[in-house]
C-alpha cells in the first residue's frame, strides 16, 4: 500500500458500515450498488481500493460514525486492484464493519448478457468475450474466498438481485412493503400517486344526519354510523380479501410503496371512517401503513 494513504481513525461510538461490492463483469455489480443508493447508503462506483478508507472517513466526518458506506470496485482500477485484500484486512484491523460482496455467474449466462448489450468484455482484449471473462474471473478467485457475501447471479434478474441486497442490507422496514392510505374528496380530484381508487359514495351520507354534518370520519360517532351499513362492512371486508394478492405480488415484484386511495364526495366523513377501517385491516396482517387525509379540513 502507499505510504500516503488516510489511516481509518479510530471510531468513536458505534461503528459504521462499509460494503465493497466486487465479481466480474456482467454480473451485476452495478445493480447491487443501486439498490444500496435505494436504502440510503452512499455509494461510490469505480475506484482504486486504496482511496476507500479516505472516503469512508470523509463520509463519516460529515454523516457521522454511523454512516453507512459502499463501494464498487473492480480490475480496471489497474494495478492498485491488487491491493484490496490488503485495505479489507486494514479496515478489519481498524474495529470498522467491512463486508466484501462478490458478484459472480456461470460463464454461458454472462457471455449471453455481453452479446445482449452488444459491448466487449473489458479484459477480452483482442481476443473474444470469453476469454476476457476467464481471465477476470482467475484474476478474481483470491476475493472470491475473502468475500464474506457471495451472490451467484446465473438465475437473477434485475429486481430479484436487488431485492436479495435489499434483504441482505437493509433493515425490516426497507424490506416491507409500505401502504399508503390515502382518504379524498372527488369534488377535489383524484390523488394523482394512487395506485388504487375506490368509491364510497355508496354508502349513506353522514352529512345529512342531525349532528353528524360537523363531526369527521375520525369521530366515533361517524365512524360507527358509516360501518354500521351493512353494504360498508361487505365492502370492507371484501376490498381487503381482494387487495391481499396484490399487496403479496408488489412485494414479490420488489415494489416498497403502493397507494390506496378512498373517496367519497367531501373527504371529510365516509373516506376518513373507511380509510382508517381499512388500515385497521391491514395493520393486523402484518403491513407497515401510513394513513394521511388528504381534504379533512377543506370543507
Known amino acids: 500500500m502507499t505510504s500516503g494513504a488516510t489511516q481509518p481513525t479510530e471510531a468513536v461510538g458505534e461503528p459504521g458500515e462499509i460494503v465493497i461490492i466486487t465479481g466480474l463483469a456482467g454480473s451485476g455489480r452495478e445493480t447491487a450498488a443501486h439498490a444500496l443508493e435505494d436504502l440510503g447508503w452512499y455509494v461510490v462506483y469505480n475506484i482504486a481500493p486504496q482511496l476507500i478508507p479516505t472516503l469512508y472517513e470523509l463520509q463519516a466526518q460529515a454523516e457521522g460514525r454511523d454512516t453507512r458506506f459502499a463501494v464498487v470496485v473492480d480490475p480496471r482500477s489497474g494495478p492498485f486492484f491488487a491491493e484490496l485484500s490488503e485495505v479489507v484486512q486494514r479496515l478489519r484491523r481498524a474495529e470498522l464493519r467491512p463486508r466484501l460482496v462478490f458478484l459472480t455467474a456461470k460463464e454461458d449466462v454472462l457471455v449471453r448478457r455481453f452479446g445482449s448489450v452488444r459491448r466487449p468484455h473489458p479484459l477480452q482484449g483482442e481476443e473474444g468475450v470469453l476469454e476476457g471473462i476467464r481471465r477476470e474471473r482467475e484474476m478474481l478467485a483470491p476475493y472470491r474466498r475473502l468475500a464474506d457475501v457471495v451472490i451467484d447471479t446465473s438465475t437473477l434478474n434485475v429486481h430479484q438481485l436487488t431485492m436479495k441486497m435489499r434483504t441482505t442490507f437493509g433493515s425490516f422496514e426497507q424490506q416491507s412493503l409500505t401502504v399508503n392510505v390515502v382518504s379524498f374528496g372527488f369534488k377535489y380530484g383524484i390523488p394523482i400517486e394512487a395506485d388504487h381508487v375506490s368509491d364510497v359514495r355508496f354508502i349513506p351520507n353522514p352529512y345529512w344526519v342531525e349532528g353528524l354534518r360537523e363531526k369527521r370520519g375520525t369521530d366515533a360517532e361517524v365512524a360507527e354510523f358509516v360501518l354500521d351499513n351493512a353494504n360498508a362492512r361487505e365492502f370492507a371486508d371484501r376490498y381487503l380479501e381482494m387487495i391481499a394478492p396484490v399487496l403479496r405480488g408488489y412485494t414479490g415484484e420488489n415494489k416498497h410503496f403502493t397507494t390506496l386511495a378512498i373517496g367519497c364526495t367531501g373527504g371529510k ?24 387525509h388528504r381534504d379533512l379540513g377543506r370543507e
Open 269 to 292: 366523513h365516509r373516506s376518513v371512517a373507511m380509510a382508517e377501517h381499512i388500515a385497521d385491516g391491514l395493520r393486523q396482517s402484518g403491513h407497515a401503513v401510513r394513513v394521511r
